[in-house]
């Protein structure tokens, strides 16, 4: 086995970050409280148990799983509207797979989430296994949620390229020892954003990547 892939979803498997936004609005309205762009492209890959307390000042354990909860029904309340994969991933996942390269998600989004959009998408049969939010303990840049998803695929870490679109999730991949590919494609980061945060290669999209560019980045311990 030469090695494996990682993937977050939020801005790399599929474009959800405004359905996030809306439903941070409304939830702000909800209770009084401000939320702006701003914020949200400051905790952009956070979670929520970090996000909340940082933004609303909500400290409560119950209240910030409260807060956190209706935050993510508006959310799939919206995404049920239908998800889109963005271009050139279904292409690329299936070729993975095909090249018995294992793949994994590792995201900050809570698990109910992620089935969700691998159902909308049809793509849950190319993952073996997920690492969600409530795996984890502490949020990207930490690396918990990749080398989590490593651990998963029982894979050497130095083996792993991880998929992502934001400067946290590249630093995370970076401190687990992973190499990564960065999208640019929802236009969330700058390119010099993503270089510096550690990416090896960064795309407009991933309709030009292939097989053969990911094992070119897999670990010399392959």
């Not at 700058?190 to 980045?217: M, Q, Y």
Request: hydrophobic letters at 45%; proline letters at 5%.
């Amino acid at each position: 086995m030469s090695g494996a892939a990682i993937w977050d979803v939020d801005g790399t498997l599929v474009d959800t970050a405004e359905l996030h936004f809306q439903a941070w609005c409304v939830l702000a309205r909800e209770i009084s409280k401000p939320f702006t762009r701003d914020d949200f492209a400051a905790t952009f890959g956070w979670r929520n148990p970090e996000i909340i307390p940082k933004l609303f000042d909500v400290s409560a354990p119950m209240e910030v799983q409260r807060l956190g909860d209706r935050k993510e029904d508006l959310y799939r309340e919206e995404a049920c509207r239908g998800v889109a994969l963005l271009p050139g991933v279904r292409r690329l996942l299936e070729e993975l797979h095909a090249a018995g390269i294992p793949q994994a998600i590792g995201s900050s989004a809570p698990r109910r989430n992620l089935e969700l959009i691998l159902e909308l998408t049809q793509t849950a049969a190319l993952f073996a296994g997920t690492v969600a939010m409530e795996d984890t303990t502490r949020g990207k840049p930490d690396p918990e949620v990749f080398l989590r998803a490593a651990a998963l695929l029982n894979i050497s870490p130095t083996r792993c390229v991880v998929f992502e679109d934001a400067p946290a999730g590249v630093t995370a991949a970076a401190a687990a020892g992973m190499r990564c590919v960065a999208v640019t494609f929802v236009g969330h980061h700058s390119v010099d954003a993503l270089r510096a945060a550690g990416a090896e290669i960064i795309v407009p999209s991933l309709e030009g990547l292939s097989v053969d560019d990911v094992r070119g980045l897999f670990g010399e311990d392959c």
